[in-house]
């Protein structure tokens, strides 16, 4: 089969594709691929700076969508049925091989496209929100990065329970993404602070969704109400910012991680839990990733830079070229 492997550690220059033995079921779930996500730790994966170091070479994507070739007995998964899957690794290929608890039933009403776009963004957001957060309906939202597959994931969920969202975009293009997500307001990266506190008439947000860190963060901080909850999702933006704890004795206010991956890993259930809660929301069509570019298979590299350089609106896309 074709697969897109890393390498050596150089960044996403050093994606290549070529010919890989297909992954073997030994107690795995196959899928034949047809639509993988891209996503942040993919980038990161090229310069051996995620938190998961595999040696290279190895195969690149950890969500996937398609159609299962062969699935365990008592996996409650059969030929045929149409999934999406956070394999981890190896999806950007034709076929991918993930144990039975990532690989999840896609709705018949989605696309297979959407449904790569799920697993890593609305799961993360999911737990985010729903776990760590303690979102409750009426409150406001405030979303760093709004028109990348985080911040689009944030605005989708936060408006489905009941939330009223505010979104930090730094172009009028992504400020359209951000409102056909379903964003009450934008309001532009520079200056931000001044614009939420003016738009929830001082008050501040409840919660703030922030996958940018970087020197947004204090500013994060003064932006937040009482009792507020800033969820830290990750640092695209580069810097790893501090805190000063005295800020948050000023207003009763939370810095809260959103370490998705650490959380399920001793918990391989918890991915299937979340995925019943969100299968409702799902079915209606309350859930719709807004898509981005698609690239062939043979063009990895280049859609791994598209998001490692930060040109990406909606879901950077892969689909095997035999598809």
Known sequence: MRAARVTRLDGPAAIEVGDVPEPAGDGLVVVDVVAAGVTYPDALLTRGRYQVR??????LGCEVAGVVRE???GSGLAAGDRVAAFPGLGGFAEVVAAEPDVVLPL?????????????MNYLTV????VRR???HPGE?????????GIG????????????????????EDKAAVARAAGADDTVPADGFLDEVRERTGGRGVDIVVDPVGGDRFTDSLRSLAPEGRLLVVGFTGGDIPTVKVNRLLLNNISVVGVGWGAFWHGRPRFLREQWTDLLPLLE?????PPLGRVFALEDAAAAVTELDERRATGKILIKPART
Do not use: N, W
């Open 54 to 59: 595999p040696e290279p070479p190895f195969v």
């Open 71 to 73: 699935a365990p007995p």
């Open 107 to 119: 709705p018949g009403t989605m696309s297979f496209e959407a449904g790569a776009a799920l697993p």
């Open 126 to 129: 999911h737990f985010g929100l």
């Open 133 to 135: 957060g303690g979102l």
């Open 140 to 148: 406001t939202v405030l979303v760093h990065g709004a028109a990348g």
């Open 152 to 171: 689009t994931a944030a605005i989708q969920l936060a408006k489905a329970y009941g939330a009223r969202v505010v979104a930090v975009v730094s172009t």
């Open 284 to 288: 209606a069509g309350r859930l719709d």
